[in-house]
C-alpha cells in the first residue's frame, strides 16, 4: 500500500516537472532557411502561383486599414495651438471692433 502511494504522488511530480519545462532540445519549431524568397521555390514557366486562404483577407484588412487611416487623417479637425490662438485673436478683435485684416491705406 506505501509502495504505490509513492509511486502515484512521484508519476504525478513527474508529469509537473515535464509540464514546466522550458527548453527542450527537439527539431527546430521554425522554417530552416531555404534560400528562395519566402521559402517558395520558383514556379515553372506557364504556372500560376495559388494563393493561400488568409492571404486575399490580409490584403483587405491591411490596405482597407490604411485607406480609412488616409480618409480619416484628411479630415481630422485641425486642433493646433496656433490655430487655436488665430481663432482668438480674431473673435477678441471683432469684440473690441478692431480690423484683423490688413488694408492697406490709400495716399
Known amino acids: ?18 509540464g514546466r ?3 527542450s532540445h527537439e ?10 524568397l519566402f521559402g517558395e521555390k520558383p514556379l ?3 504556372e500560376k502561383r495559388v ?3 488568409w492571404e486575399n483577407i490580409w490584403y483587405i484588412g491591411m490596405f482597407g486599414t490604411m ?3 488616409t480618409v480619416m487623417l484628411y479630415y ?12 482668438e485673436a480674431k473673435a477678441r478683435m471683432e469684440a473690441r471692433g478692431e480690423k484683423y485684416k ?6
Open 1 to 18: 500500500m506505501l509502495q504505490s502511494s509513492q509511486a502515484l504522488r512521484l508519476s504525478r511530480a513527474g508529469v509537473r516537472l515535464r
Open 21 to 23: 519545462r522550458l527548453a
Open 27 to 36: 527539431a527546430p519549431q521554425f522554417n530552416e532557411p531555404s534560400g528562395w
Open 44 to 46: 515553372p514557366s506557364g
Open 51 to 53: 494563393k493561400e486562404g
Open 67 to 69: 485607406a480609412f487611416a
Open 76 to 87: 481630422k479637425p485641425d486642433t493646433g495651438v496656433e490655430s487655436w490662438a488665430l481663432r
Open 102 to 107: 490688413y488694408e492697406p491705406s490709400s495716399s
